[in-house]
């Protein structure tokens, strides 16, 4: 069973950063896709970025239009770990952001049902 733990969110400053942590455990190797998603307080759950790694290397990356430009994904493949960089942070990224995962390739990055496992989420909150 995939076993998924986000870690790094916290309280910062608007204009800030933050680094964002997914480990993922119990069966995640080869091809697999992982991905961010938040919820807003009374908002719905938002797609934020996703990768996906081909067992070597990644071979795709997507984010969502708000955090282009200002925030980066990654992984390391050998802790398999995946990595949300957040800078210039503002009030409105106030947010618990989700981690989840699916092995092999998504088919549709940006929708929560593209995804089999989900990680308990990590608080993110941008003062002004």
């Known amino acids: 069973q995939v076993q998924l733990a986000e870690s790094g969110g916290g309280l910062v400053q608007a204009g800030g950063s933050l680094r964002l942590s997914c480990a993922a455990s119990?069966?995640?190797?080869?091809?697999?896709?992982m991905g961010w998603f938040r919820r807003a307080p009374g908002k719905e759950r938002e797609f934020v970025a996703a990768i996906t790694w081909n067992g070597l290397y990644t071979t795709y990356k997507n984010y969502a239009d708000f955090v282009k430009g200002r925030s980066t994904i990654s992984g390391d493949n050998a802790k398999n770990t995946m990595y949300l960089e957040m800078n210039s942070l503002k009030p409105e990224d106030t947010a618990i952001y989700y981690c989840a995962a699916r092995l092999g390739k998504l088919t549709r990055p940006s929708s929560s049902s593209d995804y089999d496992y989900w990680g308990r989420g990590t608080q993110v909150t941008v003062s002004s």
């Open positions: 119990g069966g995640i190797f080869g091809s697999y896709s």
